[in-house]
């Protein structure tokens, strides 16, 4: 999943990605809410479990990359966190009788934070053995990865054959991973070079796709088809979806208590249907919703 990048509320910066024709961005962002949550419930077992200091403080450090609608993006005032993303650790957080307290972060810069500068990071982040080692990850839901183009494909960019492309990804994402391997294969075989360009911020890697920079990009499958569908005139998916894995809310190795915690708290939202309501919310497919949240799947 995240994070390849596709086009998220801050690329109305430089691009009308996110408005209708005819519309305004500000005006349509500033109509977006998050879920109503008022029907979760602290449970006082999840938070007598919790490690004291954070128990004591009742605040949640979270940290996210925001750039990413629908999963986790500024609305146009600059400062207020939205997106499924939100809403779910928002959710959680209520789950365990804390406060949110958010920051933003460049995607890369965010696991070396985690335990230091914060106590979770939630950005859609896929569950993968690199990371697996470096941190805690509690599963929330699953998505895949989608190739997107310029609208009629005028590279003639074809999935099935990646060599000879100049491809984008967003800087430290499973989707950069996947196109560097395939690189390698094409190296390999003595095929056209596959170019591989990451670039850290969402709004740039966008903005060469619209110019013509790049031949494609490789993007969550979510945050694809709603790109897609809010611009139909200058983007477009190709092929189906990819490396179909699940994401995980992310703390650090020495934090088992709170991984645990965030674990069950994640259950009992499945269980109770919050977590169906919040993708409902932002028009994601229910085929994201897991049936069970795991800590450090594979382990």
């Known amino acids: 999943?995240?994070?390849?990048?596709?086009?998220?509320?801050?690329?109305?910066?430089?691009?009308?990605?996110?408005?209708?024709?005819?519309?305004?961005?500000?005006?349509?962002?500033?109509?977006?809410?998050?879920t109503d949550l008022s029907a979760v419930t602290a449970?006082?077992?999840?938070?007598?479990?919790?490690?004291?200091?954070?128990?004591?403080?009742?605040?949640l450090k979270v940290v996210t990359s925001p750039d990413y609608e629908p999963a986790e993006f500024l609305s146009a005032d600059g400062k207020t966190f939205l997106g499924y993303d939100i809403d779910i650790i928002n959710a959680v957080a209520k789950k365990l009788n804390l406060k949110t307290e958010f920051s933003q972060a460049?995607?890369?810069?965010?696991?070396?934070?985690?335990?230091?500068?914060?106590?979770?990071?939630?950005?859609?982040?896929?569950?993968?053995?690199?990371?697996?080692?470096?941190?805690?990850?509690?599963?929330?839901?699953?998505s895949g990865s989608l190739f997107m183009v310029q609208k009629e494909n005028p590279k003639k960019f074809d999935p099935a054959n990646l060599c000879g492309m100049k491809m984008g990804a967003q800087s430290g994402s499973s989707q950069q991973q996947y196109l560097e391997n395939a690189a390698k294969t094409c190296a390999s075989e003595s095929k056209p070079a596959l170019e591989v360009l990451p670039e850290a911020d969402a709004q740039m890697l966008a903005t060469k796709l619209a110019g013509g920079q790049l031949d494609a990009i490789m993007?969550?499958?979510?945050?694809?088809?709603?790109?897609a569908s809010k611009n139909p005139n200058k983007f477009q998916t190709v092929g189906d979806?990819?490396?179909?894995?699940?994401?995980?809310?992310?703390?650090?190795?020495?934090?088992?208590?709170?991984?645990?915690?965030?674990?069950?708290?994640?259950?009992a939202l499945i269980d109770d249907g919050t977590m169906a309501n919040i993708f409902k919310h932002w028009n994601v497919d229910q085929s994201s919703v897991i049936k069970q949240a795991v800590l450090n799947p594979g382990q």
């Open 43 to 59: 449970d006082q077992a999840l938070t007598d479990s919790l490690p004291e200091n954070i128990k004591s403080a009742g605040v």
């Open 241 to 267: 979806v990819v490396e179909s894995s699940e994401a995980g809310i992310i703390t650090a190795k020495d934090q088992q208590q709170l991984a645990e915690a965030i674990t069950k708290a994640t259950q």
């Open 106 to 142: 460049p995607f890369e810069s965010i696991i070396p934070a985690v335990g230091s500068k914060y106590d979770v990071a939630i950005s859609s982040f896929d569950v993968s053995p690199e990371r697996l080692a470096q941190v805690n990850m509690s599963t929330y839901m699953k």
């Open 219 to 227: 993007v969550d499958n979510i945050a694809a088809g709603f790109t």
């Open 1 to 34: 999943m995240k994070k390849a990048t596709a086009l998220l509320a801050a690329l109305s910066l430089a691009l009308p990605l996110t408005a209708c024709s005819g519309s305004d961005p500000d005006a349509e962002q500033a109509d977006k809410q998050g």
